[in-house]
C-alpha cells in the first residue's frame, strides 16, 4: 500500500477499506507516515466525507490505539454520557452523582478545558484536594465503592486520538463530522461501559451551528455506539447562549451543588434530568426514560443526589465540607458588576463571546500550557427572554486578583456586546431540540 494512492483514492471521492484505514492510523501512530501526508488525508476527508463503514473503521482504530479499560468487574450495567462541548455546561457535575444516586455505575473519563468550552476536570479540581488522576486498577475500585468515578483520560488510552485531533486543530479540519464522530466515539468505546447518553449541541455556541448537522452527528454516534455493542442514544439540545448561570471552574462547582440541592438553574436542571432519565432508563432501572426522570428529581428532594457528591469528592481526596459549606471554595477578592445600557428583552446572548470572557479572565485556557485560575469567571443575571431595565445588573464578573491594564473595560465592552435587544418580548427557543433513539430514528421535541 502507498499512502500517496490512499490520499488520492479519498481526494477522488472514493472509499477507503478497513485494511487502508488501520494501515494509515498505524503508519501515522508509529511515526512511518508523516504529519504532511495525514494534513492531506484529512483534508481530503473534510471535503468528501466518510462512508459510515469508514467512519465505523476509523472509529475502531482509534479505540484500539492504545489501552482499554475494562469495568466488566463492576456488576450491573455500567452507562456514560457525553457532551459536545459549550460555554458553562455543567452537566457532569450534576449527572453523575445523581445517576449514581439511582444505583447506575458511573465511569466518567473527561478532558481539560481548551479553547472557549471549559473542562470537567478544571472545575473539579477547584475543591481542595480532589484528586483526577488514577491507575485501571484506582478507577475500578472507586466505582466498587461509591458507584462513580470522574477522572482524567490518561496518555495511554486513545493516543491515536490525541495525535490526529492536535493535527486537526491545526489544519482547519476540526469540524467535521467523520472526524468528530470517530474522535468522541473512539474515546468512548475504549471504556467498557454498556450504554452511553450523547448531549449533541447545537446552535452559535456549538461545533454544529444548525440543526440539520447536529442531528446527522447524533446519528452516526448512535449508529457507531450500536455497531459495537452499547446501547447508545442521543439528546440534541441548544448552545445559543451559556447553559445555566455560572461560567468558571469554582462557580460552576457552586452551581451545581446548588443544583443537587434543588437550587440550580432551570435551564440546567432540565438538561440534567433529561439526560439523566436516559441513563437511568439505559442501566436498567426503570421501565422508561420519564420514570427515570421522576425517580431522579425524588432523589434530588430527598438528599440522596447531594449525598453520592460528598461521597465522590471525598472519595476522591477532596475537601468534603465544600458541599455543605460554598465558602470554602475559591473566591475572587473582588467583583465587577456589568450594568445595561439599554431597556427591553434580551434577544440573544452569544455563548462563545462569553465563553472567551471567562477564557481571558483566566477561567480557561488558550493553549495546552495555560494554568487556571479556579476562582475567577462569570454570573449571568440576565438571560435571552427576560425583561431588562437601563442600570440593571447583566452579569457579574468575578475578577482575577492580578489582572492586566483596562481589563475592566475589556471585560465590560465584550460582555456588553454579547448581549442584544429587542423592544419586544422574547420568546425563549427551546432547550430540547430532540432525540436519537437506539434504531436512529429521530423524534423532534
Ligand atoms: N470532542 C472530541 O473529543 N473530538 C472532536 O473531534 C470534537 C470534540
Ligand atoms: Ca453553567
Request: aromatic letters at 4%; a neutral charge.
Amino acid at each position: 500500500m502507498r499512502t500517496y494512492d490512499l490520499i488520492l483514492k479519498k481526494r477522488n471521492g472514493y472509499s477507503l477499506s478497513k485494511i487502508e484505514i488501520e494501515y494509515l492510523m498505524t503508519g501515522y501512530l508509529e511515526g512511518t507516515i508523516p504529519d504532511y501526508q495525514v494534513a492531506a488525508l484529512i483534508m481530503a476527508i473534510y471535503f468528501q466525507g466518510m462512508s459510515d463503514q469508514e467512519i465505523f473503521a476509523l472509529t475502531r482504530t482509534i479505540a484500539e490505539s492504545g489501552e482499554n479499560i475494562s469495568l466488566e468487574e463492576i456488576p450491573g450495567l455500567k452507562v456514560d454520557k457525553h457532551s459536545t462541548g459549550g460555554v458553562g455546561d455543567t452537566t457532569t457535575l450534576v449527572l453523575a452523582p445523581l445517576v449514581a444516586a439511582a444505583g447506575v455505575p458511573v465511569t466518567k473519563l473527561s478532558g481539560r478545558g481548551l479553547g472557549h468550552t471549559g473542562g470537567t476536570l478544571d472545575k473539579l479540581e477547584s475543591i481542595e484536594g480532589f484528586e483526577t488522576g488514577f491507575s485501571k486498577r484506582a478507577l475500578v475500585e472507586k466505582v466498587k465503592k461509591t458507584g462513580l468515578v470522574v477522572a482524567a483520560q490518561s496518555s495511554d488510552l486513545v493516543p491515536a486520538d490525541q495525535k490526529l485531533y492536535a493535527l486537526r486543530d491545526v489544519t482547519a479540519t476540526v469540524d467535521s463530522i467523520p472526524l468528530i464522530a470517530a474522535s468522541i466515539m473512539g474515546k468512548k468505546l475504549a471504556i467498557g461501559n454498556d450504554a452511553l447518553v450523547l448531549d449533541v449541541k447545537t446552535g452559535t455556541g456549538a461545533f454544529m451551528k444548525e440543526q440539520k448537522e447536529a442531528i446527522k452527528l447524533a446519528r452516526i454516534m448512535t449508529a457507531l455506539g450500536q455497531e459495537a455493542g452499547r446501547d447508545t442514544v442521543a439528546v440534541i439540545s441548544r448552545m445559543d447562549q451559556p447553559l445555566g448561570k455560572a461560567i468558571g471552574n469554582s462557580l460552576e462547582v457552586k452551581e451545581a451543588i446548588l443544583t443537587l440541592r434543588g437550587q440550580g438553574p432551570q435551564d440546567l436542571k432540565e438538561l440534567c434530568l433529561l439526560l439523566g432519565g436516559w441513563m437511568v432508563y439505559l442501566g436498567g432501572k426503570t421501565k422508561d426514560p420519564a420514570q427515570g426522570r421522576k425517580d431522579l428529581v425524588r432523589l434530588i428532594e430527598n438528599g440522596a443526589a447531594l449525598n453520592k457528591f460528598r461521597e465522590m469528592v471525598e472519595n476522591q481526596g477532596g475537601n468534603k465540607n465544600v458541599v455543605d459549606d460554598l465558602e470554602l471554595l475559591p473566591a475572587a477578592k473582588r467583583k465587577l458588576e456589568i450594568k445595561a445600557d439599554h431597556a427591553g428583552y434580551i434577544s440573544s446572548l452569544d455563548a462563545l463571546q462569553i465563553g472567551s470572557v471567562a477564557v481571558n479572565l483566566g477561567a480557561g485556557r488558550r493553549i495546552k500550557t495555560d494554568t487556571i485560575d479556579p476562582a475567577v469567571g462569570i454570573v449571568l443575571k440576565k438571560k435571552i427572554g427576560d425583561p431588562v431595565q437601563v442600570g440593571e445588573t447583566l452579569a457579574v464578573i468575578h475578577v482575577p486578583a492580578e489582572s492586566f491594564k483596562d481589563m475592566d473595560r475589556f471585560v465590560q465592552d465584550l460582555v456588553k456586546s454579547a448581549y442584544r435587544y429587542s423592544i419586544e418580548p422574547v420568546s425563549v427557543p427551546p432547550l430540547i431540540c430532540g432525540w436519537i433513539d437506539r434504531k436512529g430514528k429521530c423524534h423532534y421535541a
